[in-house]
């Protein structure tokens, strides 16, 4: 059963917009909630990340809300730039073990 | 640094053929994992590692063996291989240790299975 949701598969937005990436789990158990970037032929790198005791954690242009009672995850990214264009999955942590979203395409028009 | 390094990028197997794909990280990471990734579907963990001598099987181990001898490189081996296997395959590591969870993944191994 898919325990971590990424309902839009992709995602376009201007230049200097915000974009707002969302991501829905089923289930309490997890630990750490993060967000990974990919590029074409690469590996996923991290991007950000939030604790479970915590509901909102911002680095730069990125803001990562974690909303428990919904069981909802989102991704902030304002100013939107076209080098933000890549995929991006969520990612949930517990018991040593990552589960991952589908990935949604972001696609910044400059 | 090199990171997460994984090898080959790409291969072609016949159904029916064995072959391993290699991962070595140089970080000292105790933590090594094996994702599969087939389009449009997320990353499904197929086995995982804790540390030299232990592994674990993932969401999808089926048709998969692992081995963690040493700290270093954890190959992946399909045996038998079938169409079904056909997808990206990433290796990733971690450290144990606080706020340690995240993972560096290598740049991912391409196999088509005819």
């Known amino acids: 059963d898919q325990q971590v949701k990424q309902n839009s598969p992709s995602l376009s937005v201007q230049e200097g917009r915000i974009s707002i990436l969302n991501c829905d789990y089923t289930?309490?158990?997890?630990?750490?909630f993060l967000w990974y970037k990919k590029y074409p032929a690469e590996g996923p790198t991290f991007l950000i990340s939030?604790?479970?005791?915590?509901d909102k954690n911002e680095d730069g242009r990125f803001t990562v809300f974690l909303n428990k009672s919904a069981k909802h995850l989102s991704l902030h990214i304002v100013p939107s730039q076209p080098g933000d264009s890549a995929v991006y999955f969520c990612?949930?942590?517990?018991?040593?073990?990552?589960?991952f979203g589908t990935g949604t395409s972001l696609t910044v028009i400059p | 640094n090199a990171g997460v390094t994984q090898t080959p990028k790409f291969r072609i197997l016949k159904i029916g053929q064995s072959m391993t794909l290699q991962c070595a990280q140089d970080m000292n990471h105790n933590y090594m994992y094996w994702y599969r990734q087939d389009p449009g579907m997320g990353l499904k963990l197929i086995y995982y590692?804790?540390?030299?001598?232990?592994?674990d099987k993932g969401e999808v181990p089926n048709g998969y063996n692992v081995s963690r001898s040493t700290t270093e490189d954890f190959p992946l081996r399909l045996e038998l291989a079938a169409p079904s296997q056909t997808s990206v395959y990433f290796c990733?590591?971690?450290?144990?240790?606080?706020?340690?969870?995240?993972?560096?993944f290598g740049a991912g191994s391409r196999l088509t299975v005819l």
């Open positions: 590692s804790v540390g030299a001598g232990i592994t």
């Open positions: 939030i604790s479970s005791i915590k």
């Open positions: 289930n309490s158990m997890f630990d750490y």
């Open positions: 990612a949930l942590y517990t018991g040593n073990q990552f589960y």
């Open positions: 990733a590591s971690r450290h144990l240790g606080s706020g340690a969870n995240v993972l560096t």
